[in-house]
């Protein structure tokens, strides 16, 4: 018994012997990329070292010091001299992934003097290895960028709560990924794990909201807004705000409605986009009285705004075509109430002849505006008036796109 114990003692004892050795030939490759500085010649030292000694987290923390190290040396290069060609392109990837394997067979593993860390390695490539991903998503490789992008945020996890900010924007980022890919289940998912850091990136919050909106999750959909309020500044919060318009509007709450469009009129009174943001859910729920007052102080900052005044000219339209709905009824009633249906019919069309001027105003500013086209037509052919072949044929155009 005692010689079964004393052998089980013997052979963890060497198998710990074994992990603790350090590889002879690192000695050549850390000589060559610290002492001589000669970073091509460590890469083929460390090539050589490399097979048969992949169970060694030294091995693999230097072969990633070497490869950070190539990638900075071929930058630097190239910075020089223009017509070098770039010769390992996947040298930071290397790094960082054996920056990883090394803390991942040994935790406590450390460099020897003047290499870096597992820890400090992660951080140190994840940005260059974040332009990749970017530059792969611009170029439409989604794939590639799912790839690196899982890369950049397992390395700020190495320090989650000092880079909180660079994992967030990076989850977003993945999300993107996933959306355009048709991967609606990862891309709520990242959004998730990027909503829980609770910091000031606006279109996690947006993005998160469209999905639950999309779901006709009301719940959902306030309760991310909530939080979107509590953690993004005035600053940032404009399109949050618009948000928040269309979830009362949604949930059909007209009070909270006003109450929350008039606070954002106070706030945000000298930018006509955002006036046209907020006077486009009001009107869209028949508040034509303040939206006109609003459109109205906008148009005193910004007289020639086509979409402000395409709003007034909307405004009026809505108001009118609610005249002809209530002609409408008049006449479906029994018996039919002739003399209120003329009288509302009468009132429709002075209010389209409101609306006419506005956008009429709209079109001499800019005939090539879409929105106000396509109501400029509609008006003139409402109060029987003749439609400028030109407008004509531009609205025509828009039904065949």
């Not at 930071?92 to 870096?116: C, H, M, Q, T, W």
């Not at 967030?168 to 990924?177: E, G, H, P």
Request: charged letters at 30%.
């Amino acid at each position: 018994m005692k010689k079964s114990f004393l052998l089980i003692v013997l052979v963890i004892f060497a198998g710990n012997l074994l992990l603790a050795q350090r590889p002879k030939c690192l000695n050549d490759v850390e000589y060559a990329l610290t002492s001589l500085k000669e970073v091509p010649r460590a890469k083929k030292y460390i090539d050589e070292c490399f097979p048969g000694n992949e169970s060694s987290a030294d091995v693999w923390l230097v072969r990633a010091n070497v490869y950070i190290q190539l990638f900075e040396y071929e930058i630097e290069r190239n910075n020089k001299e223009p017509k070098y060609k770039i010769r390992w392109p996947e040298a930071i990837i290397i790094a960082n992934e054996s920056f990883y394997k090394a803390v991942e067979i040994n935790p406590n593993v450390k460099p020897s003097r003047g290499l870096i860390d597992s820890k400090d390695g992660q951080l140190l490539t994840a940005p260059a290895i974040h332009d990749m991903a970017a530059e792969a998503m611009d170029k439409k490789n989604y794939t590639e960028a799912v790839k690196l992008l899982n890369l950049v945020i397992r390395s700020y996890k190495a320090d989650a709560k000092k880079y909180a900010i660079n994992l967030a924007i990076a989850y977003l980022d993945l999300s993107n990924c996933y959306k355009a890919m048709g991967d609606e289940v990862n891309e709520k998912k990242l959004l998730l794990d990027a909503a829980k850091i609770n910091l000031a990136i606006p279109d996690i919050y947006l993005n998160l909201y469209d999905i639950y909106l999309k779901e006709n999750d009301t719940v959902k959909c306030g309760e991310i807004l909530t939080q979107a309020k509590k953690v993004l500044p005035d600053s940032l919060a404009t399109n949050v705000k618009s948000y928040e318009l269309d979830y009362f509007s949604m949930i059909g709450d007209t009070t909270k409605l006003k109450s929350a469009a008039i606070k954002m009129f106070e706030q945000f009174k000298d930018k006509p986009a955002v006036i046209g943001i907020i006077v486009n859910h009001l009107i869209n729920h028949k508040e034509y009285q303040l939206a006109e007052k609003m459109l109205e102080e906008g148009l005193l900052i910004s007289p020639n705004d086509v979409k402000l005044l395409q709003l007034m000219a909307y405004r009026f339209n809505c108001e009118a075509l609610d005249f002809i709905t209530l002609k409408d009824d008049k006449l479906k009633e029994k018996p039919k109430k002739y003399l209120e249906a003329e009288a509302a019919l009468k009132k429709a069309n002075e209010i389209f002849e409101t609306a006419r001027v506005w956008a009429e105003k709209a079109y001499i500013i800019d005939p090539d505006d879409k929105d106000n086209n396509t109501i400029f037509q509609r008006i003139l052919v409402r109060l029987n008036l003749d439609v400028p072949p030109e407008l004509q044929e531009k609205v025509d155009s828009y039904k065949q796109q």
